[in-house]
């Protein structure tokens, strides 16, 4: 992996010879990966994950049926941990801070 903050592309080669395909970010262990630093994308891909979380269990947070308290734990325990996993490693601008 390479992280600059040029544009520079470099050949890199694995140990039989084959070059690797350089890319901008990639996604490792769920977090996402960007060559420039920052964690603007990571930020992004985990309120997405949380908000597809939320989507699946749609059907026990907004029946009516349901007890808050039990809506409270499902939130806490499936949803809230998608959002904030790695969320220590994070650098936040006031922007990221705010979302």
């Known amino acids: 992996m390479v992280c600059a903050r040029t544009a520079e592309t470099?050949?890199?080669?694995?140990?039989?010879?084959k070059?690797?395909?350089?890319?901008e970010n990639f996604t490792y262990l769920g977090s996402v990966i960007?060559?420039?630093?920052?964690?603007?994308?990571?930020?992004?891909?985990r309120i997405a994950?949380?908000?597809?979380?939320w989507n699946e269990l749609s059907g026990v947070l907004c029946d009516q049926r349901m007890p808050i308290g039990v809506k409270g734990k499902v939130y806490r325990t499936m949803v809230?941990?998608?959002?904030?996993?790695?969320?220590?490693?994070?650098?936040?601008?006031?922007?990221e801070e705010e979302r």
């Open 10 to 17: 470099l050949q890199i080669k694995d140990k039989t010879g």
């Open 34 to 45: 960007h060559a420039q630093g920052g964690s603007e994308k990571d930020i992004e891909a």
């Open 49 to 53: 994950a949380a908000w597809k979380k």
């Open 19 to 23: 070059a690797l395909k350089q890319v």
């Open 80 to 95: 809230r941990p998608v959002l904030i996993y790695d969320s220590e490693a994070w650098t936040l601008r006031r922007r």
